[in-house]
């Protein structure tokens, strides 16, 4: 079994990490292409070192441009790549640009397409990324979801046949990386440790790009009556340059971007995590910090449901944080860290060979 995996941006190497593993204990064969949405050293190379993902076969280096540009130059990129693969089945991993652009390219060649992470939803259209789920969904031959719920929106917009429920690789990863963690240093700073810190990222779209909301959230942060590690990701970075906004105010201290093991170290340690991402809120979960999403929904909502996660305006942060009281569950809406084998195992049972 022939299986090129397209991936680009940083969560995609994480869940690519455990499929390559259980890829190879299945014996495929494993192509790996990177699109290159995501190219300073700390968004991509630490990750393939850190999580031991073989190199990239193919890097694509299409970098930062305009949406519908990114989209279209990583499609244009890939048809040549794609057309001699020979694949059994094109992997897409979660819901960017580069997830989209290979979904579509993939089916223009009549491959194959799985889609891992699929049936997620926000509903709310404004997100590039809840275009890139559903369309991706649509497209793809198999829908590999990650959570019952997942099933549920899959088999409301009628693709049950196509969907296997495999469980969140992200969280075989998670758990593997908390326990090789354990006994090292923490990467966060002792005066930070001392007086008990949250771990804060902002990066979507809708949190960054209007300045006057940016300028909330950051002035939310900076009324927190603790310190806060704020992961700052080069779109936070950039637009808060463009948009004269700063930083480091309050008790807010500015990191680069963590590798994935100081990350998870970082949260384990924390008192309670502020973000806008999705991989960090179910990571939060699965670390029993408590969460804070600035958002106005979640595709994770068993966090929610459970009580680890509570949805927030900038200007309720403060509120929200000092709420935060979850009680202790040992439920488990992700799996139990085995879903990589469970991908494998889907993969090899619906392999087609050519699509009509
Ligand atoms: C993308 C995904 C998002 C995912 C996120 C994870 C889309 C539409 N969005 O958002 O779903 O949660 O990745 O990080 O695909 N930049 C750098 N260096 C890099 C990468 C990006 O400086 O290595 C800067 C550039 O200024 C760029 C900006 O970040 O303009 C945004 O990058 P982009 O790839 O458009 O999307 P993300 O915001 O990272």
Known sequence: MKIVSVVGARPQFVKLAPVARALDAAGAEHVIVHTGQHYDAAMSDVFFDDLAIPVPDVHLGVGSLRHGA????????????????????????????????????????????????????????????EHNRVLTDHAADLLLAPTGTAMAHLASEGLSARSVLVGDVMTDVCLRTRDQVADRPSPVPEDLRESGYVVATVHRAENTDDPQRLAAVCEALAQLPVPVLLLAHPRLVARAREHGVPLDRGRVRVSPPLPYPQTVAALVGARAVVTDSGGLQKEAFLLRTPCVTLRTETEWTETVDLGWNVLAEPADLPRALAGLDPAPTDATPYGAGDAASAVATALAARRVTARV
């Open 70 to 129: 990114q989209t279209g130059a990583m499609l244009a990129a890939l048809e040549p790549v794609l057309a001699g693969s020979d694949a059994d089945w094109v992997l897409v991993y979660g819901d960017t640009n580069s997830t989209l652009a290979a979904a579509v390219a993939a089916v223009k060649l009549h491959l194959p397409v799985a889609h891992l992470e699929a049936g997620l939803r926000s509903f709310n259209r404004r997100m590039p990324e």
